[in-house]
């Protein structure tokens, strides 16, 4: 069976330092990784996606995710965080093989709060 | 534009009601799914459905209903026998299960009990 954990639910940092998000996964050898972003009454937005090619991952609003097979985990980087990056992000795995089972399944969620 | 549609925005239950959610997608999607968001436990897998006539069981199913008639609508009813229906609720599409694609979601139904 997949599953996803999130290690922090609440992350707080000053604008202008780095973000990380901690994600670690449970799947088939070839899980498909997804970072979602939920702002206040808002509804979620695909930040990145890992899918086997490489693993680095570049998304949008300059994240970045590294798919770490030997760690199992997916990490959410940004290098500057921004007033405008304070959220809710979901980790995500998909395709359970072994079960047959396919279907996302979300971590618990980590809130970013950004202070000026 | 493509997208998902779900219906009402928020909605009032008395206890004792059913009431069905409504989720509509355009985007031409084979697979749908239904998650309840509460806070501090992210968003949890109700019911899942990857193809007409044909849904699944998702990790916290008990006093939810489903159905899936047309690829384009899967409705999910809240009944009686659900202990603690407040929630946000939200739809999901992808172009197949397991794909590794984009989801889309909805803009969710937030579901009151009073």
């Known amino acids: 069976a997949q599953s996803v954990t999130q290690l922090d639910s609440h992350v707080s940092v000053s604008e202008g330092t780095p973000v990380l998000l901690r994600c670690n996964y449970s799947s088939s050898y070839s899980p498909s990784l997804f970072w979602y972003v939920q702002h206040p009454n808002k509804g979620l937005q695909l930040l990145l996606k890992?899918?086997?090619?490489?693993?680095l991952v570049k998304g949008i609003n300059g994240f970045e995710a590294e798919f770490k097979k030997s760690e199992t985990s997916f990490h959410l980087t940004k290098p500057s965080a921004h007033m405008s990056d304070a959220a809710e992000y979901f980790c995500?795995?998909?395709?359970?093989?072994?079960?047959?089972?396919?279907?996302?399944?979300f971590g618990s969620g980590t809130r970013l709060q950004v202070q000026p | 534009d493509g997208g998902i549609t779900q219906s009402p925005k928020y909605l009032f239950r008395k206890e004792g009601q059913n009431v069905t959610l409504s989720c509509e997608q355009n985007l031409n999607h084979d697979a749908m799914y239904w998650y309840r968001q509460d806070p501090g436990q992210g968003l949890r897998l109700i019911y899942y459905?990857?193809?007409?006539?044909?849904?699944q069981k998702g990790d916290i199913a008990e006093g939810y209903s489903v159905s899936r008639e047309k690829k384009e609508s899967f409705p999910l009813t809240v009944t009686s026998a659900q202990k603690n229906p407040t929630a946000f609720y939200l739809c999901?599409?992808?172009?197949?299960?397991?794909?590794?694609?984009?989801?889309?979601f909805g803009q969710g139904t937030r579901l009151t009990v009073v």
């Open positions: 999901a599409s992808t172009l197949r299960t397991g794909s590794p694609g984009k989801a889309f």
């Open positions: 459905s990857q193809i007409v006539n044909d849904f």
């Open positions: 995500v795995v998909s395709d359970d093989v072994d079960t047959g089972r396919r279907a996302l399944t």
């Open positions: 890992y899918t086997s090619a490489a693993t």
